[in-house]
T-cell receptor, first 112, second 114 residues
């Protein structure tokens, strides 16, 4: 089955700096890659997603890049703010299997 | 609140007891998923419904676990003869459509088996 690896497990940055979280996946048939943000005690919420027919997607301060050949995708957050502090999960799924396989998460801490 | 709703939010039970959780998805969503999340880990897939049909079950879902979605609306997840290893957050999510689309998560039911 699909395996998604995520790193780093923790990331501390100064406010205003950029943060990058990387994930690799094992199943070359995977074609949907969402990123979820989970604040302490709250539900995971989608922040951005990308499908395999594009290499990059941007939404304000957040961007995701996908390299299908290398089977890895990354989340980029620019101009980080303290409210960006949370755990971020990458995930992957493929057509015909709707369930998401999640990475183990990255705890991002933005120091004011 | 029109989001995914889960009840109860917290459940403490003694080992060996049965527990049942409920999930009410977003009303027009035809797909419903159950995940389990332990501390410091990402959600792990348990099972998936399309309307009332249970289309996939993870090997994590032992014989003590059963899920239903009668009439394709709300869903229940039952754990029989609970074990301490069942302690986790149980998350429900729902989505709509034929292609991969956003899955909306509920706030989860935190189960503690003592």
């Amino acid at each position: 089955g699909e395996n998604v690896e995520q790193h780093p497990s923790t990331l501390s940055v100064q406010e205003g700096d950029s943060a990058v979280i990387k994930c690799t996946y094992s199943d070359s048939a995977s074609n949907y890659f969402p990123w979820y943000k989970q604040e302490l005690g709250k539900r995971p919420q989608l922040i951005i997603d990308i499908r395999s027919n594009v290499g990059e997607k941007k939404d304000q301060r957040i961007a995701v890049t996908l390299n299908k050949t290398a089977k890895h995708f990354s989340l980029h957050i620019t101009e980080t703010q303290p409210e960006d502090s949370a755990v971020y999960f990458c995930a992957a799924s493929k057509a015909g299997r709707r369930a998401l396989t999640f990475g183990s998460g990255t705890r991002l801490q933005v120091q004011p | 609140d029109t989001g995914v709703s889960q009840n109860p939010r917290h459940k403490i039970t003694k080992r060996g007891q049965n527990v049942t959780f409920r999930c009410d998805p977003i009303s027009e969503h035809n797909r419903l998923y159950w995940y389990r999340q332990t501390l410091g880990q990402g959600p792990e897939f348990l099972t998936y419904f399309q309307n009332e049909a249970q289309l996939e079950k993870s090997r994590l879902l032992s014989d003590r676990f059963s899920a239903e979605r009668p009439k394709g609306s709300f869903s229940t997840l039952e754990i029989q003869r609970t074990e301490q290893g069942d302690s986790a957050m149980y998350l429900c999510a729902s989505s709509f459509g034929d292609v991969n689309t956003e899955a909306f998560f509920g706030q989860g039911t935190r189960l503690t088996v003592v």
